[in-house]
């Protein structure tokens, strides 16, 4: 990357922001690190949970760490007009036969936005919200003018079953179930905490070179494939995200790689994936399942190995009843090792095939082996 000392510098900034956030969300870590991870990415978070849950506040918290940032905030009902979000008709262009409106305090003009209920707003604002949200355009009489807007935070007690919604809650790439506190312990803190004050700040063009460096993180061709298998793996199980959702999903890895200081993606910013690829919250159990499997399921493999090795091991070391039976085990034990080993061969096989690495390979190799040798030897069987 280019002008690192900016970067790193930057990328400072944003995760002390980040961290001063966290003080503030009890319970909220990885909802913090999407919305940081939005802001780099240039996406947008749905946040469904309960009234009370904080989810404004967040949105709020965020833009008052941004420096000459713009927000808005507003609940939209289905008697919410286009002028309160939107900003009224300007009379005086209407005199000149021009319709346009004046968007100054409204969302036009905001930098960080937060919306309530999103999904209960009118046709003619989803619309208008449609083109702001994908094409960063709102269209005011003649013409469309561009906005300014980074991340918009969308709200919802739960999510829209009508088919005309699915394209708004297409749009929200980063989504997030939020519920009440469930610990005790921090619920209490939360009871008696005292107000974060704002000592985190980020500038409006340091997001502009975090989000210019995220261009350049790398993503390694094994996590590429890893994509590509969650994606056919989802569809045996009838989840089907949209196309779109992948691609910007990979924007949004690298802003999350960058965001914990990393110069690639890697298998930790894969398992993100779970707050982007499921539509309805009855998936996020199979998102979550494909994911474990695609991203660990290697070395869960090998761990298996492992303890059936261990077990064998043991099963070796029992007092048997004359020496023809202990050799017996130890012939029988000796051959199933030996299995064993080669199992973790063909693990590491398919892994490099993959593309991934299958961490502590060698030593779990070791320990078969020094398994083995127990097994071969008399005395007692040891473990690495």
């Given at each position: ?304 190995v492992l303890f059936q090795g261990r077990e064998l091991g043991d099963y070796a070391a029992r007092d048997w009843d004359s020496p023809e ?47 083995r040798s127990g097994v071969a030897h008399p005395g007692p069987v040891g473990r690495a």
């Open positions: 990357m280019e002008d690192e000392q900016p970067i790193g510098e930057a990328a400072s900034r944003l995760r002390a922001v980040g961290a001063e956030l966290g003080r503030c969300f009890l319970e909220r870590s990885e909802v913090v690190e999407g919305a940081l991870a939005a802001l780099v990415a240039r996406q947008h978070v749905l946040l469904v949970g309960p009234p009370g849950t904080a989810k404004s506040m967040l949105a709020d918290e965020l833009c008052r760490r941004i420096e000459g940032a713009r927000s808005f905030a507003w609940l939209l009902t289905k008697f919410t007009t286009p002028d309160e979000v939107f900003g009224p008709v300007s009379l005086r262009a209407l005199e000149n036969d021009e319709y346009r409106r004046v968007t100054t305090g409204k969302l036009p003009e905001a930098h960080v936005a937060f919306l309530d209920e999103v999904f209960k707003a009118s046709s003619s604002i989803l619309n208008a919200l449609l083109a702001i949200l994908n094409e960063r355009r709102f269209h005011d009489g003649r013409g469309a003018v561009e906005v300014p807007l980074l991340t918009l935070f969308g709200a919802a007690n739960e999510l829209p079953e009508e088919d005309e919604l699915a394209a708004v809650q297409d749009r929200f790439l980063l989504r997030f179930v939020v519920e009440y506190l469930s610990e005790d312990w921090r619920f209490l803190r939360m009871l008696t905490a005292p107000p974060v004050e704002v000592s985190a700040r980020i500038s409006l063009d340091d997001l502009r070179v975090l989000q210019a460096a995220a261009e350049s993180v790398e993503v390694p061709d094994g996590v590429l494939r890893s994509i590509a298998e969650i994606r056919a793996e989802l569809g045996r199980r009838g989840v089907v995200p949209s196309d779109r959702r992948f691609r910007q999903g990979v924007s949004l890895l690298r802003a999350l790689a960058l965001v914990r200081g990393r110069e690639r993606v890697g298998d930790e910013e894969l398992l993100f994936l779970r707050h982007v690829l499921w539509r309805d919250p009855a998936e996020r159990v199979a998102v979550d399942e494909v994911l474990r499997e695609i991203v660990h399921g290697f070395d869960e493999r090998l761990q298996e039976e202990r050799a017996r085990a130890r012939v029988e034990v000796e051959t199933k090792l030996r299995q064993l080993l080669r199992r973790v061969e063909e693990i590491e096989r398919q892994a490099r095939e993959s593309g991934r690495s299958v961490a502590g390979a060698a030593d779990a190799r070791g320990e078969l082996e020094a398994i």
